[in-house]
Nanobody, 115 residues
Framework: QVQPVESGGGLVQPGGSLRLSCAAS????????MGWYRQAPGKQRELVAV???????TYRESVKGRFTISRDNANNTMYLQMNSLKPEDTGVYYC?????????WGQGTQVTVSS
């Protein structure tokens, strides 16, 4: 059973940076889609960034130029580098992995942007 594990969340001031990590229990080569979603209190879960095996990367409009999704194949880990953070980026961030066998979600890591 694939169980992604997120880490790297925390409390940061506006304008600060965080890097989230998503560790997979097996090679990330097997996943066709890898991405990050977030959910703010009282709101629906929304896409933040997604990367396909073919190399296509898509970002939510509000994070373009500030967030970068990347992967370390050797360590089976995906990252989300978040710069110039804003209070509206606050939420629980979830790692998402998908292939022909199924869709897999992590437990989430809290990101709070506040002064």
């Amino acid at each position: 059973q694939v169980q992604p594990v997120e880490s790297g969340g925390g409390l940061v001031q506006p304008g600060g940076s965080l890097r989230l990590s998503c560790a997979a229990s097996e090679s990330i080569f097997i996943f066709n889609v890898m991405g990050w979603y977030r959910q703010a209190p009282g709101k629906q879960r929304e896409l933040v960034a997604v990367s396909t095996k073919g190399g296509t990367v898509t970002y939510r409009e509000s994070v373009k130029g500030r967030f970068t999704i990347s992967r370390d194949n050797a360590n089976n880990t995906m990252y989300l580098q978040m710069n110039s953070l804003k209070p509206e980026d606050t939420g629980v961030y979830y790692c998402y992995l998908s292939n022909s066998r199924g869709n897999y979600w992590g437990q989430g890591t809290q990101v709070t942007v506040s002064s």
